[in-house]
């Protein structure tokens, strides 16, 4: 990207909230890229709805920009680019939905209990969001961010994504899209990018060799596509 242009990256988290998640994708975007890191709080019980509005009361004002939702914020990148002004250039969905992509939790989520992320559950929930691939620094993010977040504020959390469908919202955003899927994502089915495709009117799709933290593991290629992709919605 030029060093005249000021398109802004504003990154939504996953379901962990803290945005600390991201250290590795910046650290591979270009330097003349400015990015901003939405956070959620860790400790407080917050709808789809809420999170969006505290969302987006953190996007620069009068400048051009491009959400980017991962996992759990694809809904809230929707819901804001759905009503957004001229500013917002473009849309990243990565390994995430508009609607429910696992409807069975619907009736099984009460065997869901609310629980603290102890070490074997870290363990379990490592190997989910990663599906076999090796990396001690995002094994050791996920160990030092999981833990901050409330058992009741992760199982709320889940409790929106069970209630989600902003197929709707999705159908009103004018600006293009980017979807980025891991092709080893165990976590969001290929299902919950097909429903995007469809919905809205301006998609890319790329798939990536990566699992459901696709921005973890392999940043660098998703920095390239962000990059690419960012250029493109600019001139859009």
């Known amino acids: 990207m030029s060093n005249e242009t000021t398109l802004t990256l504003v990154l939504l988290p996953g379901m962990d909230g803290t945005g600390e998640l991201f250290a590795n994708l910046i650290a591979e975007l270009p330097t003349n890229l400015k990015a901003v890191v939405v956070r959620y709080p860790t400790a407080t ?3 789809y709805e809420e999170l969006a509005a505290l969302a987006e009361l953190q996007i620069p004002q009068n400048t051009p920009y491009v959400l980017l939702g991962e996992s759990f914020s694809g809904p809230i990148a929707i819901a804001l680019a759905a009503t957004a002004n001229e500013h917002l250039k473009g849309v990243i969905l990565s390994c995430t939905f508009a609607v429910n992509p696992r409807p069975i939790l619907s009736t099984w989520s009460f065997l869901v209990p609310s629980m603290k992320v102890t070490d074997k559950l870290l363990h379990v929930l490592s190997k989910l969001l ?25 199982r709320a959390r889940l409790d929106a994504v069970i209630g989600v469908n ?23 089915p290929s299902s919950a990018s097909k429903a995007i495709v469809k919905h809205a009117k301006n998609v890319s799709l790329v798939e990536l060799d990566a ?16 990059s690419s992709f960012m250029q493109i919605a600019l001139k859009s």
């Open 130 to 154: 990663m599906s076999g691939f090796k990396n001690e620094n995002v094994h050791a993010l996920l160990k030092a961010t999981l833990p901050k977040i409330s058992p009741e504020t992760m």
């Open 211 to 226: 699992p459901h933290l696709l921005l973890q593991i392999a940043a660098k290629k998703a920095a390239s596509e962000i």
């Open 45 to 47: 019980v917050l709808n």
């Open 166 to 188: 902003y197929l709707t919202e999705l159908s009103k955003i004018n600006v293009p899209i980017l979807y980025l899927r891991g092709k080893q994502d165990h976590l969001v």
